[in-house]
């Protein structure tokens, strides 16, 4: 690995960072103008910036131990260069002049984990940018630029809530994000609790996965129903008249919907648990994006009695699970279900990513 003094022979222009998300409920609401609460990770992705030496953009990973290099006018190849590349793309088609640059990227977001790590490569990028060309654009443009370079430059046809999560969010609240109108607020964890966080060990790629087949069924949705998108339909009545998938597809996005609206009402820890135990099934039995890990790992988790609630985070098709818990025992019990996950299949790889893994902690409480 090359350090960071190293490749840029000094210090480089800039640095910028930005966090992963962890999305509490509200999944796949965020393309159909809806409702979501993400919070933002401990782990975080730091860009740092110099002028080139040629006409040529220079994008180094520290965590990959990669490089790529590409014509100021041509293309990065596939990979991550393609999310810095898109950056760049998307500032110059609004007429801002970037200077070929090196790049040096480093992260302890996980890849392939649901946590949006490209998300906030985009947004490290893209505030790294901001700072060396001097940039006028607030925290809601940088998160929209960067949705659309992953659109355009990564072909995954997302929502906006992982940038703008990345851009807006902090580990300390909850993001009430509204994708319509853009509005946001950050509102507080449910009393006396915390988090816990277990990757499945099963990477995935929204790029290779079914995501934006869930999002054209979603867009049919909306137009058999007569409405712009799924969140205009206020009463499932309306989604029972629909023909299988799409009555399913728009099902889970009617009552994910509702279930973040209770959510921002600021109920207690428990019934937070219980919206997201919904939301998990209805993810599960509805939008079809679980996997037998993620139910699986869903399940151990609701069976201690220290946690209110799990479900699945991010979009599914592999990566991790979130779940409630009674404040002071997340790290024992994350220790818990991890071993018996692993335990329970041959070559499982799952890890405990919040509360980290050496935090001390008192042993959870038992059932009798």
């Known amino acids: ?18 966090p992963g998300r962890v999305n509490l409920l509200g999944e796949h609401t965020d393309y159909n103008d809806g409702f979501m609460l993400p919070t933002a990770t401990l782990q975080r992705t730091e860009v740092a910036l110099a002028p080139a030496l040629d006409e040529h953009h220079q994008v180094y990973s520290a965590t990959l131990d ?35 640059l090196r790049v040096y990227v480093r992260s302890d977001v996980p890849v392939g984990a649901g946590l949006s790590s490209s998300a906030a490569l985009e947004l490290a990028t893209l505030r790294a940018l901001r700072a060396l060309l001097g940039l006028a654009l607030d925290d809601v ?62 990477a995935r790629s929204l790029a290779a996965s079914k995501y934006n087949e869930r999002r054209r069924e979603c867009e049919e949705a909306a ?47 428990a019934e937070f648990g219980r919206l997201m135990r919904q939301s998990h099934a209805s ?30 985070t991010g979009a599914g098709f592999g990566g991790a699970c979130v779940a ?21 299949g041959a070559g499982r790889r799952g890890r405990l990513l919040l509360p980290a893994p050496d935090d001390a902690a008192p042993a959870p409480p038992r059932q009798t």
Request: with cysteine; proline share 5%; net charge negative.
């Open 1 to 18: 690995m090359i350090t960071m003094t190293e490749y840029f022979a000094g210090a480089p222009a800039v640095r910028a960072s930005a």
């Open 66 to 100: 990669q490089g790529v290099r590409f014509a100021r006018a041509g293309h990065a190849p596939p990979g991550f260069g393609r999310y810095v590349e898109g950056c760049i793309r998307v500032l110059e088609e609004r007429a801002v002049v970037v200077p070929a």
């Open 141 to 202: 443009a940088l998160a929209l630029i960067g949705q659309q370079a992953e659109v355009n430059y990564a072909q995954v046809n997302c929502g906006v809530m992982d940038q703008m999560a990345a851009s807006l969010a902090d580990s300390a609240h909850m993001l009430f994000l509204d994708a319509r109108s853009l509005q946001f607020e950050l509102l507080p964890l449910p009393a006396d609790s915390e988090l816990i966080v277990i990757d499945s060990g099963v």
């Open 223 to 269: 137009r058999l129903l007569g409405v712009a998108a799924l969140r205009d339909v206020d009463a499932l009545e309306l989604v029972e008249r629909l023909p299988q998938p799409w009555r399913r597809r728009a099902r889970h996005v009617v009552s994910e919907n509702a279930r973040v609206l209770r959510a921002c009402a600021q109920p207690g820890p």
């Open 283 to 312: 993810l599960r039995d509805d939008y079809e994006v679980s996997i037998a890990e993620l139910d699986e790992l869903a399940a151990l988790l609701c069976a201690e009695p220290a946690v209110y609630g799990a479900r699945l």
């Open 324 to 344: 409630l818990c009674q404040r002071g025992w997340g790290a024992a019990t994350g220790r818990a279900v991890l071993a018996r996950y692993n335990g329970g």
